[in-house]
């Protein structure tokens, strides 16, 4: 009789308990995952996005490609021939870092914490999101942002990314003693229905065995020590303009560089993605990523209106529908050409499937401002903070309109 009479006082209690239990660390990064999961699959279920909405044609700036032929906004730049390698050996497997799992929505960190580590840095991946993504729900780490903490807090490591890269590429950096971080597509676990399960995913590959035909690499959410063909690998890598990340000490630099070649300088390295992009649009024109990746660079450049076409081809053949969370070229290409209805739809849609996306918040701040609305512009660069209260681009956003943080 007792119980029932103070049972709000226990369920109060236990709520309670259960509340300082899930703030213990461990306990946390056990259910985090669990938790965000099955939000997805509820959201997912309740409210779905559907698939990545199709261009305004009527808006954009250049035509689409038809049918029966290629749009090609950009004459293809001349491909500046790379050095000759020399023979590489048939397997190399370098000694991997210690291995370590990621936290929630943690590859990035984790991945970079791993490279890190092979040089001897003794941190983890919580001293990298701390600096670049201190909210756990946050899902997205930019390249960039992870040459900045590197750049900042493991200044004794050189740190470059490039784009348009190859699988030679990579087997030349590993023989010369270099792990090579790639960031790539990913079917993930089932998100409910209505969802294309597909995601973006830091690896560090490691070695490479031309008898298998396969890479080892780091995955920071399989386990250490996995392997993928060489033909896995450039399919899922596709869908990120091939880029990759590389850290090296001082000393390896001018290794780097001879590896590299022309893609060292980094117009010439675009130039060159840009060319073998467009080349994959001409061998099979209904391949949304490589009409993607001819935008990406082309945005690289600045030649929005052509952008815009590349981008609008892409997504009439079909797109992910995260493809925005990690990706923001049509952004750009849109709001340079003042396609601001088709811009709309494409941050609405992101929003959609990534509410707490501070990038595509940064973006609607960005539309409202081109629209006159300079309070609206500020007060979403503010929900962009509330989002990655470290983010590097929210402090550039308030100090352009002179917003006070």
Not at 1 to 23: C, D, E, K, N, T
Not at 126 to 131: A, R
Not at 193 to 204: E, G, S
């Amino acid at each position: 009789m007792s119980i029932r009479r103070h049972w709000p006082l226990v369920l109060v209690g236990l709520m309670a308990f259960a509340f300082l239990v899930y703030q213990i660390p461990a306990v946390k990064a056990r259910v985090e995952w669990r938790l965000d999961a099955a939000i997805v699959y509820l959201r997912n279920w309740l409210a779905p996005a559907g698939e990545l909405p199709p261009p305004q044609v009527e808006n954009s700036s250049a035509p689409l490609a038809t049918a029966g032929g290629i749009a090609n906004p950009t004459p293809a730049p001349t491909p500046i021939a790379q050095v000759t390698p020399t023979a590489l050996p048939g397997a190399v497997q370098l000694v991997a870092p210690a291995h370590e799992f990621q936290g929630a929505n943690n590859c990035g960190p984790a991945t970079l914490a791993m490279y890190l580590r092979y040089y001897g840095w003794e941190g983890d991946q919580y001293d990298i999101s701390d600096e670049v993504k201190p909210v756990n729900a946050d899902r997205n780490v930019n390249p960039d942002e992870l040459i900045y903490y590197a750049s900042n807090w493991a200044g004794w490591a050189k740190t470059a990314f490039r784009v348009g890269g190859s699988i030679e590429l990579i087997k030349e950096l590993l023989a010369a003693g270099i792990p090579v971080m790639i960031e790539e597509g990913e079917i993930i676990l089932n998100q409910g229905p209505n969802d294309d399960n597909w995601a973006a995913h830091y690896i560090l590959i490691t070695g490479y065995d031309d008898g298998s035909g396969s890479f080892t690499y780091q995955d920071s959410f399989r386990g250490p020590d996995q392997a993928k063909t060489y033909d896995e690998v450039d399919e899922y890598w596709q869908q990120f303009n091939r880029i990759y990340i590389l850290a090296y000490l001082p000393d390896q630099e001018e290794t780097v560089k001879a590896i590299l070649g022309a893609d060292w300088d980094e117009d010439t390295n675009r130039q060159n993605a840009l060319a073998m992009a467009q080349a994959e649009t001409v061998a099979d024109p209904q391949n949304a990523y490589a009409w993607f990746n001819v935008g990406m660079n082309q945005v690289y450049f600045e030649e929005y209106g052509a952008a815009a076409a590349s981008f609008d081809q892409a997504r009439a053949i079909g797109l992910p529908m995260r493809m925005l969370r990690y990706q923001f070229g049509p952004f750009f290409a849109d709001y340079h050409t003042n396609r601001l209805d088709d811009l709309e739809q494409l941050v609405d849609y992101a929003l959609q499937v990534t509410p707490n996306s501070e990038d595509v918040m940064l973006w609607k701040g960005w539309l409202l401002y081109k629209r006159g609305d300079i309070n609206g512009a500020a007060e979403q660069f503010r929900l962009a903070r509330e989002a990655n209260p470290n983010s590097i681009y929210v402090e550039q956003a308030l100090n352009f309109l002179g917003a006070t943080p």
